[in-house]
């Protein structure tokens, strides 16, 4: 039977796709002279800071890299690439959110960088998550015991991280929801079409 984990992973994966799909998406009709939505542009970037980089990240690789680490050096390399591509996350997304307030601002050439930064951004992210899905984890699955799994499974289960008292799926959860909410309906879906 597949662990847990990773299905959550997957789960996980998807929706950051999702947002990154969206982005990617606002790009595109801002490029072609749609109004900027700045409220949905800034929930975008609050989920990716508040999910993927402060709590999906981390635990891959407290609990996922280094269990694999400990039972073969076959993915020492690609470990090491996941977890620069990790550390990359942060400070791109602090410049997309100084560079977002300053296109907000009026700044002329915020605009432009904004848009190649998080089209740079969703490429790098995309295929990271590609690797983990079809490279690593495959790794994963043939080198971890039942004992690394079940460690595994239950920091990601986990929803509550008792240090900072907050639940980070649920934060997750409503920034998703506020996206959801605020991103115009795709031509041709929903109950008019």
Partial sequence: MR?????IIKDEHLAISAVLYSLRYLIKQMRSGSSPNFPLLKAILDYIVSYPDRWHHPKEDKYLFAA??????EADALIAKLEREHQLGYPMMEALKKQLTAFQNG???AREQFFETAEHYAELEWAHLSTEEDVFIPIAERVLTTEDWAEINTAFRENDNPLFGIKPKEEAEALYQKILALAPAPMGFGPAA
């Fill in 3 to 7: 662990p847990e984990a990773i299905q």
């Fill in 107 to 109: 700044d002329a050439t």
């Fill in 68 to 73: 694999v680490k400990r039972r073969t050096h």
